[in-house]
């Protein structure tokens, strides 16, 4: 069973910036679109960043219109590792941030739906 472990939360003042991390186990990682959700308290969970696979090292990326320009997903996979790089950070970014995997799948993917495996979590909190 494919596992994924978030790191690199924290409490940051606005304008700063975080790098999470997910690492993940198995040996679907490199074929796997990967995504980053997030859980604001009391709202439900939402798209924040995908990055694609490809067989020829050529990924491509989309984002929630409120963090383009601020965040960027990325991903190592010879270290089964994806990452979003956050800066810019403001409180509304506050959440459970989540890492998800669609093995199989090429294409970014929006919708949580669409994700076969799931982190569980890593809290990030911007103060004001």
């Known amino acids: 069973q494919a596992q994924l472990v978030e790191s690199g939360g924290g409490l940051v003042q606005t304008g700063g910036s975080l790098r999470l991390s997910c690492a993940a186990s198995g040996r679907t990682f490199s074929t796997s679109a990967m995504g980053w959700f997030r859980q604001a308290s009391g709202k439900e969970r939402q798209f924040v960043a995908g990055i694609s696979w490809s067989a020829n090292r050529i990924y491509y990326t989309d984002y929630t219109a409120s963090v383009k320009g601020r965040f960027t997903i990325s991903r190592d996979n010879a270290k089964s590792t994806v990452y979003l790089q956050m800066n810019s950070l403001k409180p509304e970014d506050t959440a459970v941030y989540y890492c998800?995997?669609?093995?199989?799948?090429?294409?970014?993917?929006?919708?949580?739906?669409?994700?076969?495996?799931w982190g569980q979590g890593t809290q990030v909190t911007v103060s004001s």
């Open positions: 998800a995997a669609a093995p199989g799948r090429s294409g970014v993917r929006r919708e949580s739906a669409e994700y076969d495996y």
